[in-house]
């Protein structure tokens, strides 16, 4: 596709060149005008088709699908089950730890520190550890990826959670290779870190 893009940029500036030369003297437009819109249709078609722009594009397409799958996703059904007797006993932690792991098996392994009621998730899946890491390595990329997406599906879960187990619980997202980073947390409902602001 490189060849492409050369190829067509040249005939653009011969075809530019022949358009001007052609009106100037013989008043005649039409030739050196598709000559031209043809030039700009192979660049066009050659830049978009390029491996680069290709992976980013698709890279951004495969994350904001699965982040949209993780929104359409709803817990409430599965935390409204979880009542009686002690809220926050370990087994009521456990009942909504295999909710989490459910609603976000598509996206990787979840886990629970029980020293400080922190549901953690990790992501496996190709694309959403493909998405984590350009978003680590540039986070103003997050809004053409659907962050927003995830980050709002993990707000209202934290929320959920919280009321589930009657206390403080924080959900959060940790960047794959290296798990101690987190990239969005939310306790409560209410956002307490998000990298895409940095």
């Known amino acids: 596709m490189i060849f492409l893009v050369i190829f067509g940029g040249l005939m653009l500036i011969l075809g530019g060149f022949y358009l001007a030369n052609s009106w ?25 088709n390029l491996p680069v722009f290709k992976g980013h594009q698709q890279v951004s397409n495969q994350s904001s699908s ?15 089950t979880i009542n009686g007797g002690q809220q926050g006993s370990p087994n ?38 493909q998405a984590v890491k350009a978003i680590v390595s540039d986070p103003s990329q997050a809004s053409q990826m659907g962050w927003s997406n995830l980050t709002n599906s993990i ?32 306790k409560n409902g209410k ?4 990298i895409a602001d940095n």
Not at 66 to 80: A, P
Not at 170 to 186: F, G, H, K
């Open 155 to 186: 707000k209202k879960n934290s929320s959920q959670v919280s009321t589930a187990l009657n206390g403080d619980y924080t959900i959060r997202i940790v960047n794959p290779d290296n798990t101690d980073q987190a990239v969005y947390s939310a």
């Open 66 to 80: 699965s982040s949209q799958q993780v929104s359409q996703s709803s817990f409430s059904n599965g935390f409204s």
């Open 191 to 194: 956002t307490t870190y998000n």
């Open 24 to 48: 100037q003297r013989y008043r005649e437009w039409k030739s050196g005008t598709v000559i031209v819109v043809l030039s700009l249709i192979a660049v066009t078609f050659g830049t978009i």
């Open 92 to 129: 009521h932690q456990m009942a909504v730890l295999r909710q989490l792991q459910k609603g976000y098996s598509k996206l990787g392994t979840v886990s629970f520190n029980k020293e400080n009621n922190t549901y953690t998730i990790k992501p496996t899946a190709d694309n959403t550890v």
